[in-house]
């Protein structure tokens, strides 16, 4: 189980709350995400977060195969593994796929609907928070000052495309 640390709360603003959050642009940017235990990079040559899943379906434990999401914040599309039952509410455990750490948060960061939250590094030392059930959508992300300037470019040049 993995700790979120915000500690130095300073340091981050949580997007919602930002002055970036205005509608229309979160939803354009370009998440490059990390492992938070290794930092190795997640994402693949189409720029993809490409991760591990593990899930129990039917009492056949200890499923797991490749799951790809968008790499852009707020869009929610998930392409599932072809033996997922993409139709249901499932709770997967999220696996870097390169140090095989597990990314599930401590259940005391848990979601507003109780499923297990997981996290990646965004950027460089931005965290974003995603709900680890398949049909629940809410996610977070934590951006660092130090990212502030990655961000506001991804708002304004591949956004424009
Ligand atoms: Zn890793
Ligand atoms: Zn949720």
Same mark, same amino acid.
């Given at each position: 189980?993995?700790?979120?640390?915000?500690?130095?709360?300073?340091?981050?603003?949580?997007?919602?709350?930002?002055?970036?959050?205005?509608?229309?642009?979160?939803?354009?940017?370009?998440?490059?995400?990390?492992?938070?235990?290794?930092?190795?990079?997640?994402?693949?040559?189409?720029?993809?977060?490409?991760?591990?899943?593990?899930?129990?379906?039917?009492?056949?434990?200890?499923?797991?195969?490749?799951?790809?999401?968008?790499?852009?914040?707020?869009?929610?599309?998930?392409?599932?593994?072809?033996?997922?039952?993409?139709? &249901? =509410?499932? !709770?997967?455990? *999220? +696996?870097?796929?390169?140090?095989?750490? /597990?990314?599930?948060?401590?259940?005391?960061?848990?979601?507003?609907?109780?499923?297990?939250?997981?996290?990646?590094?965004?950027?460089?030392?931005?965290?974003?928070?995603?709900?680890?059930?398949?049909?629940?959508?809410?996610?977070?992300?934590?951006?660092? &000052? =130090?990212? !502030?300037?990655? *961000? +506001?470019?991804?708002?304004?040049?591949? /956004?424009?495309?």
């Amino acid at each position: 189980m993995l700790e979120l640390n915000l500690d130095n709360k300073d340091e981050f603003v949580s997007i919602e709350k930002s002055p970036y959050a205005q509608k229309g642009h979160s939803n354009l940017v370009k998440l490059w995400a990390k492992c938070p235990v290794c930092g190795k990079d997640v994402n693949n040559e189409k720029g993809q977060i490409v991760l591990l899943g593990k899930w129990e379906e039917d009492g056949e434990h200890n499923r797991h195969d490749i799951f790809t999401l968008t790499d852009k914040f707020d869009d929610y599309r998930i392409e599932f593994p072809e033996n997922f039952d993409a139709k &249901k =509410d499932i !709770t997967v455990e *999220f +696996i870097c796929p390169s140090c095989k750490s /597990s990314l599930l948060l401590e259940s005391k960061h848990n979601c507003n609907c109780g499923s297990p939250c997981f996290m990646l590094t965004a950027f460089s030392k931005s965290i974003i928070t995603l709900c680890s059930r398949t049909r629940c959508k809410e996610h977070m992300l934590y951006l660092h &000052k =130090d990212d !502030t300037w990655s *961000f +506001i470019r991804q708002i304004y040049t591949d /956004s424009a495309q």
